[in-house]
């Protein structure tokens, strides 16, 4: 599904935020990626959406090097990607409906199907009610939910999620790993970005462990 | 393994990822009725961006709606001119005055013979009985005139030539003092011709103005367009980072700049034919005084509907300079 090959990345201000990094998620695989604040964790997120481009070594999805995509190939690229953001990254100028079905109305559904795929999504993340409200008025628990709705929608190949239960209660958190475990059974590839222990501990996932850049162990890497 | 080395046009393989995932694939049908219902609800949604901001939308609009309406103004005023001018143009004439010496026998004869001259239309002999006549009956001097002992005014030919070309009628004035019993040819259409150099010039200045006008509307839009843009910065990251190509990013500041143009284009046409109704009642009058029967002409629709196109595509062309300098800057990160 997702291959780094040898990858690097230093920032143009010398900073080398990724060593030589690689790891192949496969399909339908869940992995944990930890480490400590500055480790290259965002990093490794970024790289993968291509929102910042490998220095050295390369990244594969399916068989494409991502650094031969174009403009055009980068946004259909991203299409095949859910994320879930630290900070939400919601639009407050329209309602929770709107937000999630924005992928689908840039992918180009229609509006029957758009509004089935819509709830179903903000029904497994339990916000069914409140799609005709705007997310200012939600909680942040509530407003991760509907960032985690908006990843699934258009029911990626890859998911990520960078601290998804970060503003959650452990019962909120478990139900949303469900949600993730749910996706990973049916071909779904997910990684989960965290510095919550106690989550990676209560769960028998692969798990990534990133120090300085460099990529220091990965428990599936023997599996492979 | 990895993609093809120099392969730019990679075609992403979604297919193998959806694997698992209960998906319908989105057919070419969709596809194009859900682009068009795209568009439908972006150019719904422009029109309603305009009235959050209502104040500042219409005086952008009224900035585009002045500059647009000055030189179609002038350009109006112009052609009204030129038909006002062409109505006297016609009537180019050459006066002849003859000399004491030359007896109304004489006058008429010569008045005949140039008849006969290739560039001459006709001719018309006006003897000094005549001319005093007349001139008693316009000026109402006619006690003034009966008290002087013999009449003052000479008799007069005036000549119609064929054609009002200001070249061709200078050499035939000078042509016509040459013979013999004229005292002074005089070419009754100078300040016709004078007044139609001043509107030829009077187009250029209309068309360097509308030049600099035009691309103040440009201007105006480039810079209400890139505010805009500014002002969506968050929501562009977000598209994008969900998947949205340039030309989907890019549509609904192409809609406003076109709504923009159009809009100011129709406050355009409201202000010249406000002005045109201001003016008509002074104009028809004055054309009375002159005993003319003239009435101002409007755009018409031919024009008016040229002017909405014109800018309509001005508020595109701005929309997509803006779109193109922004739209790169702004990227995930």
Known sequence: MIRFEQVSKRYSNGHDALKQVSFHLQSGEMSFLTGHSGAGKSTLLKLIMLIEKASQGQVVFNQQNLANFNRRNVALYRRCIGMVYQNHQLLFDRTVYDNVALPLIIAGYNERDLGRRVRAALDKVGLLSKEKLNPVSLSGGEQQRVGIARAVVNKPALLLADEPTGNLDPDLSAEIMDIFEQFSQVGVAVMIATHDLALISRYDHRLLVLENGQLVKDSGAENV | ??????????????AST???????????????DSYFQNHQSVAKDSVQRLWIHPVASLLTLAVIAIALALPSGFYLLLKNAQVVTQNWDGRAQISLFLSDKVDEKQGMELGNTLRKHKDILKTEFISKEQALKEFEDVSGLKNVMSGLSENPLPSVIIVYPKSSEPDFLNILQGQLAKESGVDLAQLDSQWVQRLYSILKLGQRIVGALAI???????????????LAIENRKEEIIITKLVGATDSFVRRPFLYTGILYGFGGGMLALFIINGFLIWLNSPVNELAHLYNARFSLSGLGFVNSFGLLIIAALLGLLGAWMAVGRHLREIEPH
Not at chain 2, 21 to 32: D, G, H, I, L, W
Not at chain 2, 212 to 226: K, S
């Open chain 2, 18 to 32: 959806r694997r698992g995932a209960s998906n319908q694939s989105v057919t070419f049908r969709e596809k194009t």
């Open chain 2, 212 to 226: 600099g006008l035009v691309l103040a509307v440009l201007l105006v839009i480039v810079n209400t367009i890139g």
């Open chain 2, 1 to 14: 393994m990895a993609g093809k080395p120099g392969s730019k046009e990679t075609s992403i393989n979604t």
